[in-house]
């Protein structure tokens, strides 16, 4: 095999071994890129999950034990370089990086497959599988679970007032989830979270939920806003109750709130607005899945109500 070659101080450096360079040069900057953006994703989604649980920065950090800065770097797509690692790990492995950092015994192989199965699916698909996988395995009848109304949206979304007067007009219980997580807990929101974090709030808010389902034949339920953010949660919710989105734009539950005198969403926080518009656009596909949607954008309280009884008892009674 024939090499051509030139001298560069006195040394000679064969054709191929330059185009073997290049290639290798041009692999490495690929997977520099690869690399980078996968990092710059990874901020994203923990961007994205902060906004679904409307978690601030400065919370998580507390919630955590990482630090701010951290949080920040990671966020903004410059993560540290072990996490790339442990993804081409994963990758040799053929498994995904998250699967190597679960606590406890791995899924069951019957789950990795189906998960692989699902992965495949378009939008449209996973919708009518999950459905199918409800019917066959989890939801009540359509008919029983209009007994349970749940109301699911963010806070101003009307779930209050508009819960208590369907409950009013059904003669069932109207519960709130939210104070009967502060009655059960005998302390505040704010001080649950103090005490206990994220994490000891959704304990009470699963425990009171059970409570609710096996106390209360009938009922309509006030959620908070967070609950579509914990999967098990939201789908337990969603399998034993009629659900229905109370959609509203940003700007209405800013002022809805605001007209109740909580002056919390803006207090030391410019960027209120703004972080109102991201929880939303984050949660809006979770507020979706619901039974129902009933769009209260210009609509009176009157005209509400009566909208929301119509969507519940389309045919005057359950």
């Known amino acids: 095999m024939q090499y051509n070659t030139c001298h560069a101080s006195g040394s000679p450096i064969s054709v191929k071994a330059k185009s073997q360079t290049g290639r290798l040069g041009s692999t490495s900057a690929q997977e520099n890129g690869r690399g980078a953006t996968y990092l710059r994703r990874l901020g994203e989604r923990v961007r994205e999950g902060r906004a679904r649980r409307a978690v601030t920065r400065k919370m998580l950090a507390q919630q955590s034990g990482v630090s701010e800065r951290y949080l920040a770097q990671l966020e903004s797509g410059r993560g540290n370089i072990s996490v790339l690692l442990l993804r081409e790990i994963a990758r040799a492995l053929r498994l995904e990086p998250g699967s190597l950092l679960q606590q406890g ?26 459905q199918l996988l409800l019917d066959r ?12 109304v749940a109301l699911i949206g963010l806070r101003g979304a009307g779930k209050s007032t508009l819960g208590a007067a369907l409950a009013g007009s059904m003669g069932v219980p109207f519960l709130e989830l939210d104070r009967l997580i502060e009655q059960s807990s005998g302390l505040g929101l704010s001080a649950i979270f103090d005490l206990y974090g994220q994490d000891g709030f959704r304990r009470f808010e699963r425990r009171c939920l059970e409570e609710v389902l096996s106390q209360h034949p009938r009922f309509v339920l006030a959620t ?31 002022q809805r709130v605001l007209a109740q005198g909580d002056t919390r969403p803006m207090a030391d926080n410019k960027e209120a607005m703004a972080d109102l518009r991201r929880i939303l656009a984050v949660r809006e596909p979770l507020y979706a899945m619901a039974d129902a949607i009933l769009d209260t954008r210009r609509q009176s309280r009157g005209q509400s109500a009566a909208a929301l009884e119509q969507v519940v008892r389309p045919n005057g009674r359950i």
Not at 137 to 148: D, H, L, N, S, Y
Not at 232 to 239: C, D, G, I, T, V
């Open 137 to 148: 395995f989890a939801a009540a009848e359509i008919a029983v679970r209009r007994q349970r």
């Open 224 to 254: 908070g806003g967070s609950i579509v953010s914990e999967p098990a949660s939201f789908e337990r919710l969603l399998s034993t109750c009629f659900t229905v989105w109370l959609r509203a734009t940003p700007e209405e539950h800013m």
């Open 105 to 130: 015994p791995g899924p069951a192989p019957e789950l990795q497959q189906a998960t692989e199965l699902l992965r495949r699916l378009s939008p449209e698909g996973l919708r009518e599988a999950r």
